[in-house]
């Protein structure tokens, strides 16, 4: 296998995310294996993280790597005015492996052609989570035992959400039914909905949040309404707050149905859902390290026994 990066969920085929999956299986059975002995991996993040990079960084520690790189942008030479493009080939110099999130769009795309070592995209903006996208479908997978035919409910910030986009890529090759729930100013992109009608994927949009909808779903997918994304504060205020999901609307919901949210939640999800079995996020959020140790082994092409 050769050295390659992950910067878009489509640079996976469906065989790609199946192993990736196995490979996520086995590291879940037994996440310290001294696979990464003597690699160097950095974690250039130009954009704030909290799970996504302390997962990362979690997952090389248990491969026995070592860290190196940023979390805040302000102490880096990016504000001499250093560009992209210098500082990936400065960090080629250092590291074997580069983990980035960036706030501009085709980012991590920009560096993966720069590169002579892998880039993973950690996300670009409102484009692409893709690392984010293979723990969500492990997720999906552990609690549902397939990813095949699965009704996904996806709840609030579908035109900035990039989890969102690349979640839908994922799992077009499964055969799903979506239901795309989303205020006017927030609704999923042409883009995608295009995708989904040249995959033949089944989906339908809301504006309302409704127990029938959630009565039948296998997943429902909630996102927070993105602050940060909003150029006028007025709309953030005004669809802030659209959608909560409370307890009580589990009560005639399918047993096997399981609460996803890539977080950190806000208010839309209210904290005594957190005591339903039906909650799994924060499950999810300790699969990010499994589903990114099999992503980074697999763009340095080492084998995993």
Do not use: W
């Amino acid at each position: 296998m050769e050295n390659k990066s992950l910067v878009s969920i489509t640079d996976y085929t469906k065989d790609d995310i199946i192993r990736i999956l196995q490979l996520a299986e086995k590291f879940d059975e037994n996440p310290n294996r001294r696979l990464l002995e003597g690699k160097v991996c950095a974690t250039l993040f130009f954009e704030p993280s909290t799970r996504t990079r302390l997962s990362f960084e979690t997952a090389v520690h248990r491969l026995g790597g070592r860290i190196i790189g940023f979390s805040d942008v302000s102490t880096t030479s990016s504000t001499k005015g250093e560009t992209l493009k210098d500082t990936i080939a400065m960090v080629n110099n250092y590291a074997d492996l580069i983990v980035m999130r960036h706030h501009l769009e085709g980012a991590a795309r920009y560096a993966s052609e720069l590169s002579t070592v892998p880039i993973i995209n950690a996300g670009d903006g409102a484009n692409q989570h893709p690392t984010q996208t293979m723990l969500d479908m492990y997720s999906i997978y552990k609690t549902q035992g397939t990813l095949e035919n699965q009704t996904i409910t996806i709840v609030g910030d579908l035109k900035y959400g990039r989890t969102v986009h690349s979640l839908i890529i994922g799992m077009s090759h499964f055969n799903p039914t979506f239901r795309f729930v989303a205020p006017e100013e927030l609704k999923l992109p042409d883009t995608y909905k295009r995708f989904c009608d040249e995959h033949h994927i089944k989906y339908e949009e809301s504006a309302d949040f409704s127990e029938d909808i959630l009565n039948e779903s296998d997943i429902l997918y909630m996102t927070r309404v993105q602050r940060e994304r909003f150029t006028d504060l007025m709309e953030y205020e005004k669809v802030k707050n659209v959608y909560i999901l409370r307890k009580d609307m589990l009560t005639n919901t399918r047993e096997n149905l399981r609460i996803l949210h890539p977080l950190p939640r806000v208010n839309e999800i209210q904290q005594d859902v957190d005591d339903s079995p039906k909650a799994y996020y924060f499950e999810q959020a300790r699969n990010g390290v499994f589903a990114r140790q099999a992503v980074i082994c697999d763009s340095l092409g080492i084998d995993v026994q």
